[in-house]
């Protein structure tokens, strides 16, 4: 098991969307990405409680309903506590 690498990237105007986690529908907004995640990236998100959650590019499925974007997320974790040796499981 390696380490990841990855971004922390904030727009001017981030765009809140919905993510679905488990059937729980909660707000966020896109905060970085992780570059090698066993050979594909993630986005990970920052939600209104503070905690951060992560959505493989290669399973996580997005879509619009309503005018919202809607994305599946995995990986419900505290943003001070990440770091590259951080275990980030892609499903």
Known sequence: MGY???AVVLKD???VVKLLERGKEIYGIAIGRVDDFDCYGATIYC???GRC???SEEF???RIIDGW???EVIG???LRQLHSDQILHPC
Do not use: K, M
């Open 4 to 6: 990841w690498t990855g």
């Open 13 to 15: 105007r981030p765009e």
């Open 47 to 49: 939600t209104e409680d």
């Open 53 to 55: 959650h992560y959505a």
């Open 60 to 62: 996580s499925l997005e």
């Open 69 to 71: 974007t809607i994305v």
């Open 76 to 78: 419900e974790f505290d």
